[in-house]
C-alpha cells in the first residue's frame, strides 16, 4: 500500500533543510542583538522554544510536512542526536567535579533523584486529582521531560526515540519544560542576588567558593583558544567516528540480548538505537579522560549544541501547533512534579548546611542543563558560569540512564507494559 502524497507547499527535503537552517541562522541572529527590541523579546520568549515552534508553524501551515521528511529519521536522530551526545559528554571533567567538594556533588546527585521521585509523585497525584492527564502516553512525555530535567535536550530527544513518544504529545511536554523550567530559572536568578543574606540566615560556609573561583579562572585561561580547521575537522571526525562505531556495534548488542535475555524485550535492550544512544555516551564519556577533552576549548561543545539545535527544529516541524492546547493540565502536573524537586533539595540543603550557590546550581544543572545553569551560577560570580556549565554536562552522561528508570517506571505506573 502505497501512503498518500503530501499535500505541503515545499516537498524536496534539501529545500526544507534549507529552511530550516536560515530559520535557525534568524533566531540566533535576533538573539544575539545586546540593544533594541530583540534584547527584550528574548528576556520573555527563550531561543531554545523559537527553535521548536516555528518549524511547527511550517508544518501545521501546510508549508512542510515534517512527517513526511527524512530529516528527522534518520538524519537527525540517528547521526546528530549521537554526535551530540558524544561532543557534550566529551566536555565532561569528572576529575574537576570530583574536586568541587563532596558537598556540592551530593546537592547535584540529590536534585537528579529529588526529580524523579517528584515524577513519581505528580503521576500519582494528578491520576488522582485529573486522570485524563495521566491517561494514554503521558508517561512517555514524562520520560523525555525527565531527560530534560535530568540531563539536557538530547537526553530529551533520547528519551523520546527510546520510548517512541509521540511528536504532539513531546511538542507539549516542551511546553512544559520551557513553561515551569525557565519560571524556576527566573525565581533563582531573583534569589541568587539574596544569597548572601540566605547563607548568612542558615549559617552556610561559603570558604570553599571562594577558593573555586580562583581555580576556574586559571583552567579557563589556559584552555581557550581560536579553532583551527583542523580543530574542526578533529571534532566532527570524533563525533562521526563514534556515532559510525555505535551504529555498528549496537545491532549485534540487541540481537544478542533478544536471543539471550529474557527480559530485554521489557527494558528495549533488543532495541538497537537504545545501543547508539547508550554507547555514543559512554564513548564520550570515556574520551573525557584523554586529552581528547581539550578539543572542548576549541569549540566540541558548540558543535555538539549546533547538532542539537538542528535536531531540536527538526523535531518541531513534526509537531501539530493545534494539538498543543489539548492538555492544560500538564502545567499542572509539571507544577507538582517540581514543586516536589525543590522541597526535597531544600530538606537536603538544610540538612547539609550548603550555601545556597550549592541549591541553585543542583537545581538548574538539573533542570536547565549545561545551556541555563551557566547563567545562574553567573549570577553568584562571573568566574563561577564554568561550574554550571561542568555540572550540567554531567547531566548529558547521567541523564539518559536515569530518565530510561523514570521511563520503565511510569510505563509500569500507567500499565502500559
Given at each position: 500500500m502505497t501512503e498518500p502524497a503530501s499535500t505541503a507547499l515545499i516537498t524536496n527535503d534539501i529545500v526544507v533543510l534549507g529552511l530550516i537552517a536560515a530559520t535557525l541562522g534568524l533566531v540566533f541572529w535576533t538573539e544575539s542583538r545586546e540593544t533594541g527590541f530583540w534584547k527584550r523579546f528574548y528576556t520573555y520568549v527563550p531561543a531554545l522554544l523559537l527553535c521548536?515552534?516555528?518549524?511547527?508553524?511550517?508544518?501545521?501551515?501546510?508549508?512542510?510536512?515534517?512527517?513526511?521528511?527524512?530529516?528527522?529519521?534518520?538524519?537527525?536522530?540517528?547521526?546528530?542526536?549521537?554526535?551530540?551526545?558524544?561532543?557534550?559528554?566529551?566536555?565532561?571533567?569528572?576529575?574537576?567535579?570530583?574536586?568541587?567538594?563532596?558537598?556540592?556533588?551530593?546537592?547535584?546527585?540529590?536534585?537528579?533523584?529529588s526529580v524523579m521521585l517528584g515524577a513519581f509523585a505528580a503521576f500519582w497525584i494528578m491520576g488522582l486529582v485529573h486522570p485524563e492527564t495521566?491517561?494514554?502516553?503521558?508517561?512517555?512525555?514524562?520520560?523525555?521531560?525527565?531527560?530534560?530535567?535530568?540531563?539536557?535536550?538530547?537526553?530529551?530527544?533520547?528519551?523520546?526515540?527510546?520510548?517512541?513518544?509521540?511528536?504532539?504529545?513531546?511538542?507539549?511536554?516542551?511546553?512544559?519544560d520551557v513553561g515551569v523550567g525557565y519560571v524556576w530559572m527566573a525565581v533563582l536568578i531573583f534569589l541568587a542576588n539574596r544569597?548572601?543574606?540566605?547563607?548568612?540566615?542558615?549559617?552556610?560556609?561559603?570558604?570553599?567558593?571562594?577558593?573555586?573561583?580562583?581555580?576556574?579562572?586559571?583552567?579557563?585561561?589556559?584552555?581557550?583558544?581560536?579553532?583551527?580547521?583542523?580543530?574542526?575537522?578533529?571534532?566532527?571526525?570524533?563525533?562521526?567516528?563514534?556515532v559510525g562505531l555505535s551504529h555498528a556495534v549496537a545491532s549485534p548488542i540487541a540481537a544478542w540480548f533478544l536471543a539471550n535475555v529474557s527480559w530485554a524485550k521489557t527494558v528495549s535492550l533488543h532495541e538497537p538505537f537504545v545501543w547508539v544512544v547508550v554507547l555514543s555516551t559512554f564513548i564520550g564519556l570515556g574520551l573525557s579522560f584523554t586529552r581528547l577533552r581539550e578539543y572542548d576549548g576549541a569549540g566540541a561543545s558548540k558543535v555538539g549544541t549546533l547538532f542539537l539545535y538542528f535536531l531540536i527544529a527538526c523535531i518541531g516541524m513534526q509537531m501539530d501547533i493545534k494539538a498543543l492546547a489539548d492538555k492544560p493540565w500538564l502545567f499542572a502536573l509539571g507544577l507538582i512534579w517540581i514543586m516536589v524537586h525543590i522541597a526535597l533539595l531544600y530538606l537536603v540543603g538544610r540538612l547539609l548546611r550548603v550555601p545556597f550557590f550549592y541549591f541553585a546550581l543542583g537545581s538548574q544543572s538539573n533542570i536547565g542543563g549545561p545551556a541555563s545553569a551557566p547563567v545562574v551560577?553567573?549570577?553568584?560570580?562571573?568566574?563561577?558560569?564554568?561550574?554550571?556549565?561542568?555540572l550540567g554536562a554531567l547531566g548529558y552522561a547521567t541523564g539518559t540512564v536515569l530518565a530510561y528508570i523514570v521511563g520503565i517506571t511510569l510505563r509500569a505506573m500507567a500499565g502500559a507494559g
Open positions: 521548536y515552534f516555528i518549524p511547527g508553524i511550517y508544518n501545521s501551515a501546510g508549508l512542510i510536512d515534517g512527517n513526511a521528511s527524512k530529516l528527522y529519521n534518520p538524519v537527525a536522530s540517528r547521526v546528530l542526536l549521537p554526535a551530540a551526545l558524544v561532543l557534550l559528554t566529551l566536555t565532561i571533567d569528572l576529575k574537576g567535579v570530583l574536586r568541587l567538594g563532596p558537598k556540592l556533588l551530593a546537592m547535584y546527585a540529590a536534585a537528579s533523584i495521566v491517561a494514554g502516553d503521558t508517561w512517555g512525555g514524562m520520560a523525555a521531560l525527565a531527560g530534560s530535567w535530568i540531563g539536557g535536550g538530547a537526553n530529551m530527544v533520547a528519551m523520546k526515540e527510546v520510548f517512541n513518544v509521540d511528536e504532539t504529545t513531546f511538542g507539549q511536554f516542551v511546553v512544559v544569597a548572601q543574606a540566605i547563607d548568612a540566615r542558615t549559617g552556610a560556609d561559603t570558604r570553599a567558593i571562594e577558593e573555586l573561583k580562583e581555580r576556574l579562572v586559571s583552567y579557563q585561561k589556559q584552555h581557550q583558544r581560536i579553532a583551527s580547521l583542523s580543530d574542526l575537522m578533529i571534532i566532527v571526525g570524533i563525533a562521526l567516528g563514534a551560577a553567573s549570577v553568584f560570580h562571573p568566574s563561577l558560569a564554568p561550574v554550571g556549565a561542568l
